[in-house]
C-alpha cells in the first residue's frame, strides 16, 4: 500500500475556537505568522504528490478537463482577485495611501492573470471569456465566503493570507502535484503569475497585523480564514482529481485544539 494512503491525515487547529487568554498571547506578528504557516501546512498537504495515485486519462477527455482548470483559473483571478482588494480600498481609511496603491497594483496584477490563463484556455480551443463560466458551487461558496467579511483585516484573513498562501506552492519544482498533471505550457502559465504572488502576500500579512489589535478582530480573522480554507480544500482537491490523479491520503480538515499538535493547534 501506498505510504500516502497510510499517511496520517492533517488536522489544522481550529484557532478561532481558542480561549481568551490562549488568543492573545501571541503578539500581532505571531498572530499573522501562525494564520500563515496554517495556510501554508494546509497548502503542502493539498499538493503534496505522495497523497495521490495517478489515473490515466484519455487524450481528449485530458484537453477538456485541462481546458475547464484553466478556465476557472482565469474566472478566479478576477472574482478572487480582483473584486476583494477593491472592496479593501473601499474600507481602507483615505489617508492610508501606501496600502490603498499595494491593493491596486494587486487589482492591476489579478487582470494580467486572468488574461494569461485566458491566453491558455483559447490555446486549447476553449471558451475563455469569463462571462459565460458556469461557476461550480464550490467556487461561489468561496466567493460569497470572502465578500460576508466586514472588516479589511477579515478579508486580507480569507484572500491574502489563504488562497495566495496556497497559490505560492503551484511552482515548486519538488512536492507538487501540479507538475505530474500539467502540460508544459499550462505549468509555464502558473510559473508566470507565481511572480507576483509574495507582494499579495507580504499585504496579507501587514493587514492581519494591523488588525491584530483586539481579540475579537484575532476570533474574526481566524473564522474568515477557516471558513475559505475549508471550501478551498475541497475545491483545489476536486480539481486535482479532475486533472487525473486519486487522492488516497484523507483530506485535510480543522478540529478543535485538543488533542492534537497539528499546525495551529
Not at 4 to 15: K, N, S
Not at 45 to 74: N, T
Not at 165 to 174: A, C, E, I, K, M
Not at 213 to 219: M, N, P, Q, T, Y
Amino acid at each position: 500500500m501506498s505510504s500516502g494512503a497510510t499517511a496520517r491525515a492533517l488536522r489544522l487547529g481550529l484557532v478561532s475556537g481558542w480561549d481568551d487568554e490562549r488568543l492573545g498571547a501571541p503578539d500581532p506578528k505571531e498572530f499573522a505568522y501562525l494564520l500563515h504557516e496554517r495556510a501554508l501546512t494546509l497548502a503542502d498537504d493539498v499538493y503534496d504528490p505522495a497523497a495521490y495515485e495517478l489515473v490515466e486519462l484519455e487524450p481528449q477527455d485530458y484537453a477538456g478537463r485541462l481546458a475547464f482548470y484553466l478556465r476557472r483559473r482565469s474566472w478566479a483571478e478576477w472574482f478572487f482577485g480582483t473584486v476583494t482588494p477593491a472592496r479593501q480600498i473601499t474600507l481602507l481609511p483615505e489617508q492610508d495611501v501606501a496600502m490603498r496603491l499595494r491593493l491596486a497594483r494587486q487589482i492591476s496584477d489579478e487582470v494580467r492573470h486572468h488574461d494569461v490563463f485566458a491566453r491558455e484556455v483559447k490555446r486549447l480551443g476553449g471558451e475563455w471569456r469569463i462571462t459565460t463560466f458556469p461557476a461550480p458551487a464550490g467556487l461561489m461558496r468561496m466567493h460569497h465566503a470572502q465578500l460576508g467579511k466586514q472588516s479589511v483585516g477579515e478579508l486580507a484573513a480569507a484572500n491574502q493570507y489563504s488562497g495566495e498562501v496556497v497559490l505560492s506552492v503551484q511552482d515548486r519544482v519538488d512536492g507538487n502535484i501540479l507538475r505530474l498533471l500539467l502540460d508544459e505550457q499550462a505549468m509555464a502559465a502558473i510559473e508566470d503569475i507565481e511572480s507576483d504572488e509574495p507582494a499579495h502576500i507580504a499585504i496579507g500579512r501587514d493587514l492581519v497585523r494591523a488588525h491584530a489589535v483586539s481579540l475579537a478582530e484575532r476570533r474574526r480573522m481566524a473564522v474568515a480564514q477557516e471558513v475559505f480554507l475549508t471550501a478551498l480544500i475541497v475545491q483545489h482537491v476536486t480539481e486535482i482529481e479532475s486533472l487525473g490523479a486519486h487522492r488516497i491520503r484523507p483530506v485535510p480538515s480543522f478540529e478543535p485544539a485538543s488533542g492534537t499538535a497539528d499546525a495551529g493547534g
